[in-house]
Nanobody, 125 residues
Framework: VRLVESGGGMVQPGGSLRLTCATS????????MSWVRQAPGKGPEWVSAINTGGGITYYADSVKGRFTISRDNAKNTLYMQMNSLKPEDTALYYC???????????????????WGQGTQVTVSS
């Protein structure tokens, strides 16, 4: 199983980045997928998730309206378009597989399986 993130970098506040997670070694189309980030000195924070078919998406309140998760099952690839970036979005961003269990009124519960190595996103002027 391999998950490889790319697309991170340094950007000014208000800028955009598109993260990519290229996967191999498992049947991508049968796995729910997530993006998780970890800022320096803080614990992991779930950011977004998408179901196997790509028709259902979930977002943390902190990124709702700014980030868009998507997937291409033909290419075994997960994406996240990040717009209107803020300094507080600075973190190491990971993609991960894991089943999504929706919770009414709050973010979903996710049982993570496999993780990538992460790609660094830095938002600074």
């Amino acid at each position: 199983v391999r998950l490889v993130e790319s697309g991170g970098g340094m950007v000014q506040p208000g800028g955009s980045l598109r993260l990519t997670c290229a996967t191999s070694g498992f049947t991508f189309s049968t796995y729910d997928m997530s993006w998780v980030r970890q800022a320096p000195g803080k614990g992991p924070e779930w950011v977004s998730a998408i179901n196997t078919g790509g028709g259902i998406t979930y977002y943390a309140d902190s990124v709702k309206g700014r980030f868009t998760i998507s997937r291409d099952n033909a290419k075994n690839t997960l994406y996240m378009q990040m717009n209107s970036l803020k300094p507080e979005d600075t973190a190491l961003y990971y993609c991960a597989t894991g089943a999504i269990y929706p919770n009414r009124g709050v973010g979903p519960t996710i049982t993570y399986d496999y993780w990538g190595q992460g790609t660094q996103v830095t938002v600074s002027s």
